[in-house]
């Protein structure tokens, strides 16, 4: 309090705007979704029914739940993990002394700027079963014609490459960024040192580079989790058969279309705590293992 | 100086605010929310000017609230806090959980609140039946449709079938499309949009109940009639023609129209609330006709395919003034022209026998053949038993959704009855519980 002699309030006053809107937009829809979670709601006559840890427990014992949480964690490892991979190779590519990096940089970067629901769009027509350019190439070539209206894999799969490009131009722009400051001088005495190209990359680049990759695997994480909602209501609306709805979607759906508030307000409790925990565990991890110093 | 001539320019601002303020506040003005996409929007935008335009005080203001199921859920939400609109548009899936809501006024009783009376006999008889409970209409009229066959008459005229003789059972359809693939016509010859509400239809048009409990209709069903008989072989046909790249399955909703549109169809079983789109994509490219929906045989008796798409719910939260510009409103609706103009551009159904009238009259049917189909279709079948007359059930959404489940897997080669059974039994939990809440 010292900080601020003779304005004893005015600390508090200066934060109260932003904690009023964090407490009316996140605080109190935060406690109201946990108080649902412990009820059934019916939506005809909106009578709230307390059926204490009923939600919960019945969550779990789902088949559609599992199967929804058991994909929702193979969609997101792929996002993140072949994600990460294939826009790091690209970002090294890039920056290359080659002739037009900067043409490829821009090329490889500007589908970021598309939204979401304009990317399933187009990749939905791609692949329309009937009509879709991949769809007959590919029938063509192979003999097997893809229809993700109803194949549970092949919908998957359209899902999660769909989310995975979407998200290319991102991490791209935080990768070349992260190379184009790993000093030269490092790399150059390194391989005067009689180090290989590969040992460059992993005992110089990579460190250097850790910070950048710790931020965006936890970009990733939210990415994966939270923001594919766009992309699988426009291409698939979570079908076939429940294949690609993915946990937040599926809150949506019960919440909002199968009418059970009170369990997809238990869902959202669970997600909360999920991610909670996987942001803990990640931001722990990386802050102990990225090199932060130069 | 300067500044009070501001003074004044501010003052008679305030002045102008003010009178229109008080002009404005004679204005009554209901919100109608709706969920028309697509170039329905654009003629739903029109009829809706149309009334604006009559009484300047007395305004509707259409607001989208996104899919008929987004609507629904955003209606039931609102209405505890009076955020409702005075009008919503729901889909026929939604009459259950209206009616069980007491939320909404009957439409049968909105004459009569004003102290007017209405003439609810104008209306078609499969739309009242439809949307009626114990005789009384409970909702406005306003977008019917029903599913019908389109099909490509320059496909079938190649393949060296006759395009005067469409398929009229499951069996034709079957053989139908197997020698437009041996013609090399196409790769697949059917497909369709709802296939939750295909299978809805089919029932009915066999005169078979969807739920027990009368269908739903004499009281809170406890189960689906199905797994039956019938399901048996009308899915194990649908897989056969899975296997046979007859039918490709083609999604939830409308997804399989552009393929149609495009020529990589022959068949479509779509709403008929497509039909205009349809014509006004394919033009010339190719002969597009129309024809009823394909029976399985002759053993079951007839019903009638179902009344789908919207009709309109008052809120029972409205104040006096504002159910008098809702009733002003629908009277709009159901007058002749407005009627005309909206069946004829978007392909649902005229809903006033002066409507059918006129647009005969004007030998529209002749010129457009197209737009009678589906009528034809449900004015010649039976629409007053319980089953041909349509389901009722509280959570009819999620019943749809385990009846695509169900579908879904049998296209892709599962066993139709493992896949029915599965969902049959988990609308049976869903019904039970509904039905807990309601008594």
């Given at each position: 309090m010292d900080r601020f002699p003779n304005h004893r309030f005015l600390p508090y006053a200066l934060v109260l705007p932003s904690i009023t809107v964090i407490a009316i937009f996140l605080i109190y829809p935060f406690g109201q979704a946990i108080y649902q979670s412990f009820h059934r709601i019916n939506p005809i006559r909106r009578q709230l029914v307390n059926v204490g840890w009923r939600n919960y427990l019945e969550m779990f014992r789902s088949p559609e739940y599992l199967y929804s949480f058991r994909n929702t964690f193979i969609f997101a490892v792929l996002v993140i993990g072949l994600g990460?991979?294939?826009?790091?190779?690209?970002?090294?590519?890039?920056?290359?002394?080659?002739?037009?990096?900067?043409?490829?940089?821009?090329?490889?970067?500007?589908?970021?700027?598309?939204?979401?629901?304009?990317?399933?769009?187009?990749?939905?027509?791609?692949?329309?079963?009937?009509?879709?350019?991949?769809?007959?190439?590919?029938?063509?070539?192979?003999?097997?014609?893809?229809?993700?209206?109803?194949?549970?894999?092949?919908?998957?799969?359209?899902?999660?490459?769909?989310?995975?490009?979407?998200?290319?131009?991102?991490?791209?722009?935080?990768?070349?960024?992260?190379?184009?400051?790993?000093?030269?001088?490092?790399?150059?005495?390194?391989?005067?040192?009689?180090?290989?190209?590969?040992?460059?990359?992993?005992?110089?680049?990579?460190?250097?580079l850790s910070p950048t990759v710790a931020f965006l695997v936890f970009v990733n994480t939210v990415y994966a989790f939270f923001q594919s909602f766009g992309l699988v209501d426009v291409v698939t609306m979570g079908g076939p058969n429940r294949s690609t709805e993915f946990l937040i979607y599926k809150i949506y759906k019960d919440g909002f279309g199968r009418m059970q508030e009170g369990q997809a307000a238990a869902q959202s409790v669970v997600l909360f705590i999920i991610i909670a925990i996987v942001g803990a565990v990640q931001i722990y991890t990386s802050t102990k293992s990225a090199v932060y110093d130069r | 100086m300067k500044n009070l001539s501001n003074r004044i320019l501010l003052l008679s601002l305030v002045f102008v605010l003010v009178l229109a303020g008080v002009a404005s506040a004679k204005v009554v003005e209901v919100e109608f929310w709706h969920s028309m996409t697509g170039s329905r929007l654009e003629v739903f935008k029109k009829v809706v000017a149309g009334f604006n335009e009559i009484n300047p005080e007395q305004q509707i203001l259409p607001v989208l609230v996104g899919t008929y199921e987004e609507g629904l859920a955003r209606f039931l939400a609102a209405y505890p806090v009076k955020q409702e609109p005075g009008i919503i548009g729901v889909y026929e899936v939604g009459t259950q959980a209206m009616h069980d809501s007491g939320m909404i006024i009957p439409a049968y009783q909105i004459p009569g609140m004003l102290g007017q009376e209405w003439d609810f006999g104008q209306y078609i008889r499969p739309i009242v039946s439809y949307y009626s409970k114990d005789g009384n209409l409970w909702s406005w009229p306003f977008a019917s449709s029903t599913a019908m066959i389109y099909y490509n008459a320059d496909h079938l005229r190649q393949a060296g079938l006759d395009p005067d003789k469409p398929p009229t059972t499951w069996d034709e359809m079957h053989e139908y499309g197997l020698k437009l693939l041996e013609a090399g016509v196409v790769k697949n010859a059917l497909s369709f949009g709802w296939p939750d509400w295909m299978l809805e239809n089919q029932l009915?048009?066999?005169?078979?109940?969807?739920?027990?409990?009368?269908?739903?209709?004499?009281?809170?069903?406890?189960?689906?009639?199905?797994?039956?008989?019938?399901?048996?072989?009308?899915?194990?046909?649908?897989?056969?023609?899975?296997?046979?790249?007859?039918?490709?399955?083609g999604g939830a909703e409308y997804n399989a129209n552009g393929a149609f549109q495009t020529g990589e169809l022959t068949f479509l079983m779509q709403s008929t609330s497509s039909l205009d789109g349809i014509l006004k994509t394919v033009g010339d490219k190719f002969e597009v006709r129309t024809t009823f929906l394909p029976r399985l045989n002759n053993d079951y008796p007839r019903g009638s395919s179902l009344i789908g798409g919207n009709s309109?719910?008052?809120?029972?939260?409205?104040?006096?003034?504002?159910?008098?510009?809702?009733?002003?409103?629908?009277?709009?609706?159901?007058?002749?022209?407005?009627?005309?103009?909206?069946?004829?551009?978007?392909?649902?159904?005229?809903?006033?026998?002066?409507?059918?009238?006129?647009?005969?009259?004007?030998?529209?049917?002749?010129?457009?053949?197209?737009?009678?189909?589906?009528?034809?279709?449900?004015?010649?079948?039976?629409?007053?038993?319980?089953?041909?007359?349509?389901?009722?059930?509280?959570?009819?959404?999620?019943?749809?959704?385990?009846?695509?489940?169900?579908?879904?897997?049998?296209?892709?080669?599962?066993?139709?009855?493992?896949?029915?059974?599965?969902?049959?039994?988990?609308?049976?939990?869903?019904?039970?519980?509904?039905?807990?809440?309601i008594n």
């Amino acid at each position: 309090m010292d900080r601020f002699p003779n304005h004893r309030f005015l600390p508090y006053a200066l934060v109260l705007p932003s904690i009023t809107v964090i407490a009316i937009f996140l605080i109190y829809p935060f406690g109201q979704a946990i108080y649902q979670s412990f009820h059934r709601i019916n939506p005809i006559r909106r009578q709230l029914v307390n059926v204490g840890w009923r939600n919960y427990l019945e969550m779990f014992r789902s088949p559609e739940y599992l199967y929804s949480f058991r994909n929702t964690f193979i969609f997101a490892v792929l996002v993140i993990g072949l994600g990460l991979i294939i826009s790091l190779c690209i970002a090294l590519l890039t920056t290359q002394n080659i002739r037009g990096s900067g043409f490829y940089q821009v090329a490889f970067v500007w589908t970021y700027a598309m939204s979401p629901i304009i990317a399933g769009v187009m990749w939905s027509l791609i692949f329309d079963p009937s009509i879709g350019l991949m769809t007959n190439l590919i029938g063509n070539l192979t003999g097997y014609w893809i229809n993700f209206f109803n194949d549970t894999v092949a919908a998957f799969i359209l899902v999660t490459v769909a989310s995975i490009w979407v998200m290319l131009g991102y991490n791209i722009v935080f990768f070349i960024a992260g190379l184009q400051n790993v000093p030269y001088e490092l790399k150059e005495a390194a391989s005067i040192d009689g180090a290989t190209t590969w040992q460059v990359f992993w005992v110089v680049t990579f460190p250097m580079l850790s910070p950048t990759v710790a931020f965006l695997v936890f970009v990733n994480t939210v990415y994966a989790f939270f923001q594919s909602f766009g992309l699988v209501d426009v291409v698939t609306m979570g079908g076939p058969n429940r294949s690609t709805e993915f946990l937040i979607y599926k809150i949506y759906k019960d919440g909002f279309g199968r009418m059970q508030e009170g369990q997809a307000a238990a869902q959202s409790v669970v997600l909360f705590i999920i991610i909670a925990i996987v942001g803990a565990v990640q931001i722990y991890t990386s802050t102990k293992s990225a090199v932060y110093d130069r | 100086m300067k500044n009070l001539s501001n003074r004044i320019l501010l003052l008679s601002l305030v002045f102008v605010l003010v009178l229109a303020g008080v002009a404005s506040a004679k204005v009554v003005e209901v919100e109608f929310w709706h969920s028309m996409t697509g170039s329905r929007l654009e003629v739903f935008k029109k009829v809706v000017a149309g009334f604006n335009e009559i009484n300047p005080e007395q305004q509707i203001l259409p607001v989208l609230v996104g899919t008929y199921e987004e609507g629904l859920a955003r209606f039931l939400a609102a209405y505890p806090v009076k955020q409702e609109p005075g009008i919503i548009g729901v889909y026929e899936v939604g009459t259950q959980a209206m009616h069980d809501s007491g939320m909404i006024i009957p439409a049968y009783q909105i004459p009569g609140m004003l102290g007017q009376e209405w003439d609810f006999g104008q209306y078609i008889r499969p739309i009242v039946s439809y949307y009626s409970k114990d005789g009384n209409l409970w909702s406005w009229p306003f977008a019917s449709s029903t599913a019908m066959i389109y099909y490509n008459a320059d496909h079938l005229r190649q393949a060296g079938l006759d395009p005067d003789k469409p398929p009229t059972t499951w069996d034709e359809m079957h053989e139908y499309g197997l020698k437009l693939l041996e013609a090399g016509v196409v790769k697949n010859a059917l497909s369709f949009g709802w296939p939750d509400w295909m299978l809805e239809n089919q029932l009915a048009l066999h005169d078979l109940e969807y739920a027990n409990a009368g269908n739903g209709r004499l009281g809170y069903p406890t189960e689906v009639s199905w797994p039956n008989e019938f399901t048996d072989k009308l899915m194990t046909k649908w897989s056969e023609m899975a296997k046979d790249k007859v039918w490709i399955y083609g999604g939830a909703e409308y997804n399989a129209n552009g393929a149609f549109q495009t020529g990589e169809l022959t068949f479509l079983m779509q709403s008929t609330s497509s039909l205009d789109g349809i014509l006004k994509t394919v033009g010339d490219k190719f002969e597009v006709r129309t024809t009823f929906l394909p029976r399985l045989n002759n053993d079951y008796p007839r019903g009638s395919s179902l009344i789908g798409g919207n009709s309109l719910y008052v809120s029972n939260q409205v104040s006096k003034e504002e159910l008098e510009v809702i009733f002003e409103f629908f009277k709009y609706l159901s007058r002749t022209e407005v009627d005309v103009f909206w069946h004829q551009n978007t392909g649902y159904f005229p809903s006033t026998n002066a409507a059918v009238q006129a647009l005969m009259n004007s030998g529209w049917f002749k010129d457009s053949p197209n737009h009678l189909t589906a009528f034809l279709q449900i004015l010649s079948g039976k629409t007053d038993s319980d089953a041909s007359a349509g389901m009722r059930m509280g959570v009819f959404a999620q019943a749809r959704e385990w009846a695509r489940d169900a579908i879904e897997k049998i296209s892709r080669g599962e066993d139709q009855r493992a896949a029915m059974e599965y969902s049959a039994q988990q609308i049976k939990k869903l019904l039970e519980e509904y039905n807990e809440f309601i008594n």
